[in-house]
């Protein structure tokens, strides 16, 4: 069966500081990848999504990045954070047929003081 | 371009009552459409999903929703609210090619008053 993970669960980072989430799927290939983020009392803001390794896509210009090193690893970086990136990071996968939805990670809730 | 509206952000029922959340899309075409839950602190779990089959589809936890069509919906019910039902509630809805990323509504929490 697939499954996905992502680390860490919590995050506490000051201003300035780097980032690095990562997100990785287990038995499957080639998913469709994406990276939502959650802010306190708003709804899902899709980042970034990827087809395959190598591409990404990004839908927010934002201080974030991301990157697909490897077919099942998806993560999600900053050179350096802000207040503003405070929220709740959440990992997707899907084969890619739309009638199937998406799986999503537990989440990450990064804190940036 | 898709969207999706989810009327009420927040919507509060006694235990036992009736669950109606809202969702309206807007599509050229009949899309495929899907109903996620989240728990505090934790990823969002599919409840249920439209795909073309039966318009009356049936999900987990004794959720579920009807595809209208001519009213462009897709709400969620439940007949008889548990505490255990409270979380958020988002509608998405995605094209037939899969090429774009589902779209999302805003979300509803949703509260259960004992």
């Known amino acids: 069966s697939q499954t996905i993970h992502q680390w860490p669960a919590t995050l506490v980072q000051p201003v300035g500081s780097p980032l690095s989430l990562e997100c990785t799927v287990e038995g499957t290939s080639n998913p469709n990848l994406y990276w939502y983020r959650q802010a306190a009392g708003r709804g899902l803001q899709l980042l970034f999504y990827s087809v395959g390794i190598g591409q990404i896509s990004s839908e927010v210009p934002q201080n974030l990045s991301a990157s697909r090193p490897q077919d099942r690893q998806f993560i999600l970086s900053s050179k350096k954070l802000l207040l503003s990136d405070s929220g709740f990071y959440l990992c997707?996968?899907?084969?890619?047929?739309?009638?199937?939805?998406?799986?999503f990670g537990s989440g990450t809730r990064l804190t940036v003081v | 371009a898709q969207s999706v509206t989810q009327l009420g952000s927040h919507v509060s029922v006694s235990e036992g009552a009736l669950v109606l959340l809202r969702c309206n899309y807007s599509s050229s075409v009949p899309p495929y459409l899907f109903w996620y839950v989240q728990y505090p602190n934790q990823g969002l779990q599919l409840l249920l999903k439209?795909?073309?089959?039966?318009?009356l589809v049936k999900g987990i936890n004794g959720f579920e929703a009807e595809f209208k069509k001519s009213e462009t919906s897709f709400h969620l019910t439940k007949p008889s609210a548990h505490m255990s039902d409270a979380a958020e509630y988002f509608c998405a809805v995605s094209d037939l090619s899969g090429n774009t990323p589902l779209v999302f509504g805003k979300g509803t929490r949703l509260s259960v008053i004992a």
């Open positions: 997707a996968w899907t084969w890619g047929q739309p009638e199937g939805g998406y799986t």
């Open positions: 439209y795909t073309s089959a039966a318009t």
